[in-house]
């Protein structure tokens, strides 16, 4: 069966968690996985980004009341065999506000557990853990990936972000390194999983693309942290290698 929820938990702004996690659901998808993503990242909004048209529902909506939560799910055209649905943040700030409220928070959990019976995997874009939709998604996930860039900032902020996902009682299953080059794939010493740098005008997903060095890398993840055999082949010469 594997894992159903994942929350992949930035440590800091800028970690690049919003795109490892559609990374993830484009993999999941390429091997013929249903996936949901839910965007608990409400400040930053960058789900948001990956939704063509009109967004006239989002996740604030759901966690405030407004609408059900399937009326906030949007179909991702991925080339795969599977599918992904998002379910993005996009809100004036009045209603982001609404939505940060503790009864909103209790709100946003019921949502993720109702998308959990409609999908194989449900993917949670975290941000680091100081609000209450944040500690939500953390808690509600049955594992969590702590996402921090291979940077010294990276470094220093991991053991503040693991302190406090162990006083909510959601402790860190793993640390995810991105950004990494060639020569910083060991500056994140306790990053079971590195995966390299993805430029800001890459096409979104590469994971969909086997012959990039992302692709594999993705892979390798998602099937240690899901538990799950995606039976994904590559081009040789890519690093199948976490």
């Given at each position: 069966?594997?894992?159903?929820?994942?929350?992949?938990?930035?440590?800091?702004?800028?970690?690049?968690?919003?795109?490892?996690?559609?990374?993830?659901?484009?993999?999941?998808?390429?091997?013929?996985?249903?996936?949901?993503?839910?965007?608990?990242?409400?400040?930053?909004?960058?789900?948001?980004?990956?939704?063509?048209?009109?967004?006239?529902?989002?996740?604030?909506?759901?966690?405030?009341?407004?609408?059900?939560?399937?009326?906030?799910?949007?179909?991702?055209?991925?080339d795969?065999?599977?599918?992904?649905?998002?379910?993005?943040?996009?809100?004036?700030?009045?209603?982001?506000?609404?939505?940060?409220?503790?009864?909103?928070?209790?709100?946003?959990?019921?949502?993720?557990?109702?998308?959990?019976?409609?999908?194989d995997?449900?993917?949670?874009?975290?941000?680091?853990?100081?609000?209450?939709?944040?500690?939500?998604?953390?808690?509600?996930?049955?594992?969590?990936?702590?996402?921090?860039?291979?940077?010294?900032?990276?470094?220093?902020?991991?053991?503040?972000q693991?302190?406090?996902?162990r006083?909510?009682?959601a402790?860190a299953?793993?640390?995810?390194?991105?950004?990494?080059?060639?020569?910083?794939?060991?500056?994140?010493?306790?990053?079971?999983?590195?995966?390299?740098?993805?430029?800001?005008?890459?096409?979104?997903?590469?994971?969909?693309?086997?012959?990039?060095?992302?692709?594999?890398?993705?892979?390798?993840?998602?099937?240690?942290?899901?538990?799950?055999?995606?039976?994904?082949?590559?081009?040789?010469?890519?690093?199948?290698?976490?």
């Amino acid at each position: 069966m594997g894992v159903s929820t994942l929350a992949f938990v930035g440590c800091t702004g800028g970690a690049g968690t919003t795109r490892l996690t559609v990374e993830t659901a484009a993999t999941l998808a390429r091997g013929g996985r249903s996936v949901a993503v839910v965007d608990a990242a409400f400040g930053t909004q960058g789900l948001a980004t990956y939704v063509e048209g009109r967004l006239d529902a989002d996740v604030t909506a759901v966690a405030v009341g407004d609408v059900p939560v399937e009326d906030a799910l949007f179909e991702w055209e991925v080339d795969a065999d599977g599918r992904v649905a998002l379910c993005p943040a996009h809100a004036p700030f009045e209603r982001l506000a609404r939505a940060k409220t503790a009864e909103s928070a209790q709100a946003l959990e019921r949502a993720i557990e109702e998308v959990v019976g409609r999908f194989d995997h449900v993917l949670l874009d975290v941000p680091p853990v100081a609000s209450n939709q944040a500690v939500a998604a953390a808690t509600t996930a049955q594992r969590r990936a702590l996402v921090v860039p291979a940077s010294q900032r990276g470094s220093d902020l991991l053991p503040r972000q693991r302190g406090r996902l162990r006083d909510i009682g959601a402790p860190a299953s793993v640390v995810v390194a991105t950004r990494v080059h060639g020569e910083t794939r060991a500056s994140v010493e306790d990053a079971a999983h590195t995966i390299p740098h993805i430029g800001a005008d890459a096409p979104r997903p590469l994971a969909t693309e086997p012959d990039t060095d992302v692709a594999p890398t993705v892979a390798t993840m998602a099937e240690d942290l899901l538990e799950v055999d995606l039976g994904l082949t590559f081009e040789d010469g890519g690093l199948f290698t976490s």
